[in-house]
């Protein structure tokens, strides 16, 4: 389900945009994906130019690319985020996020939630009117039929991520399961996100409602900088 559309050049200026915003002393939520990923690449050349920041990597991805561009790491047992970097699958006008195309966003929640700021990178084809992208629904094993007939009962048609090169399912880097969750379009996603969140054996799902404080949105040629208003 790992969505990639859009230019490189286009994510590549989101993410080296938002990689400017960091100061000395603050610790970076890192996030995971093609746009995030930039991201990373950046704020390493930043370090070894002189910044002084540490990093909270939100997947293994995340923490191999921080390794490799030089960024100290640290953990939220012994830090809190200052800002956090992450990409999304699709992006509302009203500021809501589908998150999860990676597998990564349970632990992306948790960090980006965090953060006393929260910039998202995406390129041009991640921005909706409204969301309609699938939500992944990450699940403990034992839980996947009754986490599904719960998504069924809402609406939805989940469907369990295979992965491409093994037989057998994706195995996120916490040991679970992915539900693809498409609900069509989603009309109230804070209303979904309560109902997903109270179905027992759900470990998180990939709606991010009131978390995102800034949108930086990069083309070929510019980046545009958007202020969240709905973010809480």
Do not use: W
């Given at each position: 389900?790992?969505?990639?559309?859009?230019?490189?050049?286009?994510?590549?200026?989101?993410?080296?945009?938002?990689?400017?915003?960091?100061?000395?002393?603050?610790?970076?939520?890192?996030?995971?994906?093609?746009?995030?990923?930039?991201?990373?690449?950046?704020?390493?050349?930043?370090?070894?130019?002189?910044?002084?920041?540490?990093?909270?990597?939100?997947?293994?991805?995340?923490?191999?690319?921080?390794?490799?561009?030089?960024?100290?790491?640290?953990?939220?047992?012994?830090?809190?985020?200052?800002?956090?970097?992450?990409?999304?699958?699709?992006?509302?006008?009203?500021?809501?996020?589908?998150?999860g195309g990676g597998g990564a966003h349970a632990r992306e929640k948790f960090v980006d939630a965090d953060a006393d700021r929260f910039i998202v990178v995406a390129d041009p084809s991640k921005l909706a009117t409204s969301l309609d992208y699938p939500v992944p629904i990450e699940v403990l094993p034992d839980a996947r039929r009754p986490v599904a007939d719960a998504v069924r009962a809402a609406g939805g048609d989940p469907t369990l991520r295979v992965a491409e090169r093994k037989d057998g399912p994706v195995v996120t880097d916490n040991g679970n399961l992915l539900l693809d969750c498409a609900f069509g379009a989603i009309a109230e996603p804070d209303a979904l996100a309560a109902t997903l969140s109270a179905v027992p054996g759900v470990v998180e799902h990939g709606l991010f409602v009131g978390l995102a404080d800034e949108l930086h949105v990069g083309s070929d040629d510019d980046v545009e900088v958007r202020p969240v208003e709905s973010a809480d």
């Amino acid at each position: 389900m790992k969505q990639t559309g859009g230019s490189e050049a286009g994510k590549r200026r989101a993410g080296e945009s938002a990689a400017e915003l960091p100061s000395d002393g603050e610790v970076v939520g890192l996030g995971t994906g093609s746009t995030a990923a930039h991201a990373i690449r950046a704020l390493g050349d930043r370090v070894d130019a002189g910044l002084d920041v540490r990093g909270i990597p939100t997947s293994f991805q995340a923490r191999q690319l921080a390794q490799e561009a030089g960024i100290p790491l640290t953990t939220l047992e012994e830090a809190t985020v200052d800002i956090a970097i992450d990409g999304a699958d699709q992006v509302a006008d009203s500021g809501a996020l589908v998150k999860g195309g990676g597998g990564a966003h349970a632990r992306e929640k948790f960090v980006d939630a965090d953060a006393d700021r929260f910039i998202v990178v995406a390129d041009p084809s991640k921005l909706a009117t409204s969301l309609d992208y699938p939500v992944p629904i990450e699940v403990l094993p034992d839980a996947r039929r009754p986490v599904a007939d719960a998504v069924r009962a809402a609406g939805g048609d989940p469907t369990l991520r295979v992965a491409e090169r093994k037989d057998g399912p994706v195995v996120t880097d916490n040991g679970n399961l992915l539900l693809d969750c498409a609900f069509g379009a989603i009309a109230e996603p804070d209303a979904l996100a309560a109902t997903l969140s109270a179905v027992p054996g759900v470990v998180e799902h990939g709606l991010f409602v009131g978390l995102a404080d800034e949108l930086h949105v990069g083309s070929d040629d510019d980046v545009e900088v958007r202020p969240v208003e709905s973010a809480d």
